[in-house]
């Protein structure tokens, strides 16, 4: 009676199922408190002194990368990322996906989509709107959208692998976001390389001509970067999986 | 038929009832031209850490229902869960249909599991839950066939609410569903009858024995003998993670009352009643206690017919008869100490 499972198909149905479990109105309303957080912090230097439009352009840039790349982005995809398989397995559902005939691969990249479809407008929207009312120019807007929208792609990829990693994936990711990304990074070229934000932080670099913290890379490159984290991080999670003792 | 005696030739006799599987059967061979058990269990160990869950533990089992029958924390749901791939063993090998679970896909597509723990997605409608299961086995007509499997375990799929907002015993029902969607050759039913209320235990008693009357294997754990007792089953007990007797209820009752039992007697001479029963070699052993005295007889009928008697002719009173050990975790004990 059973037949083969097509890797679409089944897909499809992890994404629908996970992307239903993900959106909890207590995560949906806190995270998206965050955005709007944000947007606050960039209405008030929007309409604060205009020493001149370079040094707007500046502190604008200062704001997007420094708040809402290095805060606001990392933890709503961390949140997303690890609780797209880390909570199926905290709660025993993952049963219900691992006994099926079914490739890892599908599973865990239905767990991706959803992470990175549920964080999409929870970032990228709030991140667009506080560039437009830090009001210093459609470059920048762009370069925000643009750097978010891949940023939220790859960082969902490797939050999904880190729940499936770790119990204790949150605290790791936090650590990884904060301490990692945020100081670790800035001591030296190795560690810049390792943290998503810089490859962000490089394309709005790229773009707006404004020099930002981590940005070493030209925007082609960053974009390779993305994608190879996120298919890496995907392969590693599918073959973690497949591995994993289910409770 | 639980058996847990050898598939191929020549297969040695299965353990007798209270009698522990001291015995490692290898899987079959690949040439085997015997027909491959549905389940194979064979020397199966399972350690986590320095806790064994499971010991050496190996049977077979064919078409029909066998129950697994312990006490809670006998290692029943971490043999299903290595049965269903979900857990790899330590040592030894375990089979579905003569493959394993944990590395062959396409296996898993011929088992139904009614996982113990409560958790479903609880956003999803009872019918949207088993249309999921049955997208992910591959069915052409998931929704057709949900309504169907829905409707065989008393569930109206055209209810809206969310399983999250389902009683107890609606959500058992709705995980048998799910592990029914496929048509499995296996089911393994981890406590499938918990939170379910009389009228509902009795259609779910009857849905398995249906089921294992068509020829499927159905593997269903209790830590209840009365439950067992009713699905009519052949039975495997592990207790400690052990493999402790095999047989079918009327065994096992047997077992029950062939033990050495334990009988406290609340009396105003202790002393007189025990000495009476002891000359007449009716109780095996007495310990007088400050409220009465305990008995230990291995032939509780003896004793049970022998105790009024006695107690007139000494012209004692007695106040209380409680049997201390009539239950079935004494059972269990007392198959894995013997």
């Not at chain 1, 989509?113 to 990228?124: C, D, G, H, N, R």
């Not at chain 1, 934000?197 to 001509?209: H, L």
């Not at chain 2, 491959?36 to 064979?42: A, E, H, I, S, W």
């Not at chain 2, 202790?270 to 052993?285: C, F, K, N, Q, V």
Request: net charge negative; proline share 6%; hydrophobic share 50%.
């Amino acid at each position: 009676m059973a037949g083969s499972v097509g890797l679409v198909r089944s897909t499809v149905v992890v994404f629908r199922v996970l992307l239903g479990q993900l959106r909890s109105p207590a995560r949906l309303t806190g995270l998206g408190l965050l955005g709007v957080l944000s947007m606050v912090i960039s209405w008030s230097v929007g309409s604060g002194a205009d020493p001149s439009p370079v040094q707007h352009l500046d502190n604008a840039t200062g704001v997007i990368t420094l708040f809402t790349f290095t805060l606001v982005l990392p933890v709503i995809a961390l949140i997303f990322g690890v609780g797209a398989l880390g909570d199926a397995r905290d709660d025993g559902t993952l049963v219900y996906l691992w006994v099926r005939p079914l490739n890892q691969i599908s599973v865990v990249f239905g767990a991706w989509l959803a992470a990175t479809v549920i964080s999409l407008p929870l970032i990228v929207i709030p991140a667009a709107l506080s560039a437009l009312l830090l009001d210093a120019g459609s470059e920048l807007v762009m370069a925000t959208l643009v750097a978010s929208a891949l940023a939220v792609v790859a960082y969902s990829a490797v939050f999904v692998m880190l729940g499936i990693l770790s119990r204790f994936a949150v605290v790791l990711g936090l650590v990884y976001v904060l301490l990692w990304e945020g100081v670790v990074a800035s001591l030296g070229s190795i560690g810049a390389k390792m943290a998503l934000r810089g490859y962000a932080n490089s394309i709005v670099t790229s773009r707006t001509g404004v020099r930002t913290e981590l940005a070493n890379s030209a925007e082609s490159t960053s974009i390779i970067i993305f994608a190879i984290v996120t298919v890496v991080a995907l392969l590693l999670a599918a073959a973690r999986l497949a591995t994993l003792e289910v409770d | 038929m639980a058996d847990s005696s050898l598939p191929p030739p020549p297969p040695p006799p299965a353990p007798p009832v209270g009698q522990p599987a001291d015995h490692v059967p290898p899987p079959p061979s690949a040439d085997s031209r015997i027909e491959t058990p549905l389940v194979g269990v064979y020397g199966v160990t399972k350690a986590f850490g320095d806790v064994v869950a499971v010991s050496d533990v190996s049977f077979t089992v064919g078409p029909g229902i066998t129950a697994l029958l312990g006490p809670n924390g006998a290692g029943k749901s971490t043999l299903f869960r290595m049965l269903c791939g979900l857990a790899a063993p330590s040592q030894g090998t375990v089979q579905i249909l003569g493959k394993d679970a944990r590395r062959d896909t396409a296996v898993r597509g011929r088992i139904g599991l009614v996982p113990q723990q409560d958790a479903l997605f609880d956003r999803l409608s009872a019918q949207a839950f088993v249309e999921v299961a049955a997208i992910t086995h591959g069915l052409d007509r998931p929704r057709e066939r949900a309504a169907e499997v829905l409707g065989v375990v008393d569930l109206d799929p055209g209810e809206r609410k969310p399983v999250g907002a389902y009683s107890k015993g609606m959500r058992q029902r709705v995980k048998l569903a799910a592990a029914l969607v496929n048509d499995p050759d296996v089911i393994i039913a981890d406590e499938p009858l918990n939170g379910l209320d009389p009228v509902q235990r009795k259609r779910m008693i009857a849905l398995f024995r249906e089921l294992g009357e068509s020829g499927k294997c159905v593997l269903v754990s209790s830590h209840v003998l009365d439950e067992v007792a009713r699905l009519g089953s052949d039975i495997l007990v592990i207790a400690q993670g052990r493999l402790a007797a095999t047989g079918n209820f009327h065994d096992l009752r047997a077992l029950m009352d062939d033990r050495p039992h334990r009988i406290h007697i609340a009396t105003n001479d202790p002393r007189a009643l025990g000495a009476e029963l002891l000359r007449r070699a009716i109780a095996d052993g007495v310990r007088v206690i400050e409220d009465g005295v305990e008995f230990d007889t291995t032939d509780i009928e003896a004793f049970g017919l022998a105790i009024a008697p006695v107690a007139r002719e000494l012209d004692v009173h007695l106040n209380g008869l409680v049997p201390l050990d009539d239950d079935l975790e004494s059972v269990f004990r007392y198959l894995v100490e013997r």
